[in-house]
T-cell receptor, first 111, second 114 residues
C-alpha cells in the first residue's frame, strides 16, 4: 500500500553544521505534511508543517521543502545543536485526522 | 494549559488483568487519538475520536477498547492483552476534526505485558 518512508535511518552531523533529513512519500493524494521530533522518553513534538500548495516553508532554524513531482519531503536544520539530537519523523495527513508516520531518522549531533 | 497528560507513565500487567490508560487535555481540542509505538518504530494510529465520536478504528483487536467520556478525556481499556502488546501508548489531540492541523502528543504510557 501507499506509505510514507525515509531514505536514511541514521544521520550524524557535527555541531554547527546544517542537517538535512529526507522523506519519500507515495500517496499523491495527501495534501498536508508534518515533521515531528521525538526525544528519548517523550512523545513526538511538532516542528513544522507544509501544505501541498507550497514548496517551501521556513521556521526558526528549520526549513521544510516539498517536491511533489518526485514525492519528496525534506527537513533542513541550520546550525545543528546537541539539543537537536532526536528521532525525526515525517508524517502525512490523509484527511479526517488520519495521520501516518514515516519510519524515522535518528539524528546524532557530535560536539 | 497547552499539554496533553497521560497516566500512568508506566504500567506492568499480566495477561489476565484489566487496566485502563487515561489521557486528558484542556486546550479545547475536539479530536483525540491513540497511537501505539514499538521500540525504534514510528507511532501507529489506533483510534481517532472526533467530537467524542469514534471516527477511525484501525482494525485494532477487541482487547483494546477506547472510550471518550467527554471532550477533554480519552481512555483506553485493556483486557486480556498479549506480551506483543507491550509498547509505548501515545495520546494526542488536535484543534478540530478534519483538515490539516497540528497534533499535540502526550508523553505516553509505557506498557509491559507479562
Amino acid at each position: 500500500g501507499e506509505s510514507v518512508g525515509l531514505h536514511l535511518p541514521t544521520l550524524s552531523v557535527q555541531e554547527g553544521d546544517n542537517s538535512i533529513i529526507n522523506c519519500a512519500y507515495s500517496n499523491s493524494a495527501s495534501d498536508y505534511f508534518i515533521w515531528y521530533k521525538q526525544e528519548s522518553g517523550k512523545g513526538p513534538q511538532f516542528i513544522i508543517d507544509i501544505r501541498s500548495n507550497m514548496d517551501k516553508r521556513q521556521g526558526q532554524r528549520v526549513t521544510v521543502l516539498l517536491n511533489k513531482t518526485v514525492k519528496h519531503l525534506s527537513l533542513q536544520i541550520a546550525a545543528t545543536q546537541p539539543g537537536d539530537s532526536a528521532v525525526y519523523f515525517c508524517a502525512e495527513n490523509k484527511g479526517n485526522n488520519d495521520m501516518r508516520f514515516g519510519a524515522g531518522t535518528r539524528l546524532t549531533v557530535k560536539p | 494549559d497547552t499539554e496533553v497528560t497521560q497516566t500512568p507513565k508506566h504500567l506492568v500487567m499480566g495477561m489476565t488483568n484489566k487496566k485502563s490508560l487515561k489521557c486528558e487535555q484542556h486546550m479545547g481540542h475536539r479530536a483525540m487519538y491513540w497511537y501505539k509505538q514499538k521500540a525504534k518504530k514510528p507511532p501507529e494510529l489506533m483510534f481517532v475520536y472526533s467530537y467524542e465520536k469514534l471516527s477511525i478504528n484501525e482494525s485494532v483487536p477487541s482487547r483494546f477498547s477506547p472510550e471518550c467520556p467527554n471532550s477533554s478525556l480519552l481512555n483506553l481499556h485493556l483486557h486480556a492483552l498479549q506480551p506483543e502488546d507491550s509498547a509505548l501508548y501515545l495520546c494526542a489531540s488536535s484543534h478540530r476534526a478534519g483538515g490539516s492541523n497540528e497534533q499535540f502528543f502526550g508523553p505516553g504510557t509505557r506498557l509491559t505485558v507479562l
